[in-house]
């Protein structure tokens, strides 16, 4: 089942497949990577300086186009770092 969240911006096949595959027992199994992706993307171009991934706020998901069994932390972590990069492009 995939998740139902709406996504702004979402990774494409190849950047899911540099995320780590760990199931997160605890921490994230079966969240959306879309979902965390979009979280930091979206604090990045804020250049939020304490950023939080809200693991409970994340869809459900067990699709393969949203990360199964892929890192939401580190979803989380490429959305912030892509964030930042958009708001110092658009200050160019």
């Known amino acids: 089942m995939p998740c139902t969240n709406e996504h702004l911006r979402e990774l494409n096949e190849?950047?899911?497949?540099?995320?780590?595959e760990h199931q997160m027992t605890g921490h994230g199994r079966?969240?959306?990577?879309?979902c965390a992706y979009n979280q930091g993307y979206s604090q990045g171009?804020?250049?939020q300086e304490s950023i939080t991934l809200d693991i409970d706020s994340l869809g459900d998901?067990?699709?393969?186009i949203d990360g199964r069994h892929k890192s939401v932390h580190q979803a989380f972590?490429?959305?912030?770092k892509d964030g930042i990069q958009?708001?110092?492009n658009q200050q160019r």
Do not use: D, F, P, V
């Open 14 to 20: 190849n950047e899911l497949s540099i995320l780590e």
């Open 30 to 34: 079966h969240k959306c990577c879309q």
């Open 45 to 47: 171009m804020l250049l």
């Open 61 to 64: 998901s067990q699709a393969m």
């Open 77 to 80: 972590a490429l959305g912030y």
């Open 86 to 88: 958009t708001y110092i």
